[in-house]
């Protein structure tokens, strides 16, 4: 009997392991696929901000030398969006919503537009719509910090 009762116990705790691997490994299969569907989702709206880049700005993405267009609400807003979506974007990574993977292929990107002559100007103006959110605003601070620091020893 004695025998029968540690079979039946060793089966138990085999059946809560397998059980519990089953949940964990369940659990990553969703969060995995959460960040596939964030990053999808995110990549669309980037698309759509870039696809509506003013035309007089757009070469500045791939010349960072040329003069800088005027001011206009046009290219504010345009501005705006990117941030707005690079803030998202920064908060989910913050919170841990976000993969590190995800976040260091969109991170990239971002620092790059960051950097642009056309961006630096504009962060001036919008920065204080983030006060909301001092991290970003830190972040985008730093970046733009290394920028101007490059470019002055340059």
Not at 5 to 20: D, K, P, R, Y
Not at 129 to 139: A, G, L, T, V, W
Request: aromatic share 12%; proline share 3%.
């Amino acid at each position: 009997m004695d025998t029968l009762n540690l079979i039946v116990q060793i089966a138990t705790i085999i059946s809560v392991l397998v059980a519990a691997a089953t949940i964990w490994v369940s659990g990553q299969m969703n969060r995995r696929q959460l960040n596939v569907q964030v990053f999808m989702a995110y990549t669309d709206r980037y698309e759509k901000i870039i696809n509506d880049f003013p035309e007089d700005a757009l070469s500045l993405r791939f010349n960072a030398v040329e003069e800088l267009p005027p001011v206009s609400d046009h290219l504010r807003l345009f501005a705006l969006k990117l941030l707005n979506l690079s803030s998202e974007e920064y908060f989910l990574w913050k919170a841990k919503y976000l993969d590190d993977t995800v976040w260091k292929v969109w991170e990239r990107e971002i620092k790059r537009m960051l950097h642009t002559p056309l961006m630096m100007r504009e962060w001036t103006a919008l920065r204080v719509e983030y006060d909301s959110q001092p991290d970003f605003i830190k972040f985008v601070d730093s970046v733009q910090r290394q920028s101007r620091r490059s470019v002055g020893a340059a």
